[in-house]
T-cell receptor, first 113, second 113 residues
Framework: KNQVEQSPQSLIILEGKNCTLQ??????????LRWYKQDTGRGPVSLTI?????NTKSNGRYTATLDADTKQSSLHITASQLSDSASYIC????????????FGKGTTLSVSS | IAGITQAPTSQILAAGRRMTLRCTQD?????MYWYRQDLGLGLRLIHY???????GKGEVPDGYSVSRANTDDFPLTLASAVPSQTSVYFC????????????FGAGSRLTVL
């Protein structure tokens, strides 16, 4: 069964600190992996998208990594800011007809001052 | 500003009533989607449309219907609302192709009493 598991479920860090969010998947055949940020009361917004051949992709203070062999991805946030407080959702796309996006349940990050 | 507009932003509805959530995009995206987001369950696909005139069922389609008369509009209808349909509903769109990023609307919060 295609699944996406994220950890931790929630995380609290101090402003200025770094953190890493994890995403493990069992989706096959794999097409790409996306990380979204969802602020409270808003729709998700794309941070990064990586295909099979990409190991790392950055978007400002956000860096995503992908290990297609172990089927793991991580999202690293550097020098966290209060505005980073949000839910981060890992989404994996499978190669098949129609739409085949498998969503993780998200990690809720709280950055405190 | 290009994007997705959802209406209403929130609605309280009596069980058994009919309700249509509206979704309009101005990006000329071919594919459109409806998701519901519930605490602890993440985003789940209700219905999708790969192009105008076609629709398909997602993971949780029961109790919902959609139509895609043109490229821009993708309304979601609850024929007879039940309390279990209390949720936040997100409309999304993407260009054709598996690597295209989803653009989400701001969501519609529906409460069925």
């Amino acid at each position: 069964k295609n699944q996406v598991e994220q950890s931790p479920q929630s995380l609290i860090i101090l402003e200025g600190k770094n953190c890493t969010l994890q995403c493990n998947y069992t989706v096959s055949p794999f097409s790409n992996l996306r990380w979204y940020k969802q602020d409270t009361g808003r729709g998700p917004v794309s941070l990064t998208i990586m295909t099979f051949s990409e190991n790392t992709k950055s978007n400002g203070r956000y860096t995503a990594t992908l290990d297609a062999d172990t089927k793991q991805s991580s999202l690293h946030i550097t020098a966290s800011q209060l505005s980073d407080s949000a839910s981060y959702i890992c989404v994996v796309s499978a190669c098949q007809a129609g739409t085949a996006l498998i969503f993780g349940k998200g990690t809720t990050l709280s950055v405190s001052s | 500003i290009a994007g997705i507009t959802q209406a209403p932003t929130s609605q309280i509805l009596a069980a058994g009533r009919r309700m249509t959530l509206r979704c309009t995009q101005d990006m000329r995206h071919n594919a459109m989607y409806w998701y519901r987001q519930d605490l602890g369950l993440g985003l789940r696909l209700i219905h999708y449309s790969n192009t105008a005139g076609t629709t398909g069922k997602g993971e949780v389609p029961d109790g919902y219907s959609v139509s895609r008369a043109n490229t821009d509009d993708f309304p979601l209808t609850l024929a007879s609302a039940v309390p279990s349909q209390t949720s936040v509903y997100f409309c999304a769109s993407s260009g054709q192709g598996g690597a295209n990023v989803l653009t989400f609307g701001a969501g519609s919060r529906l409460t069925v009493l």
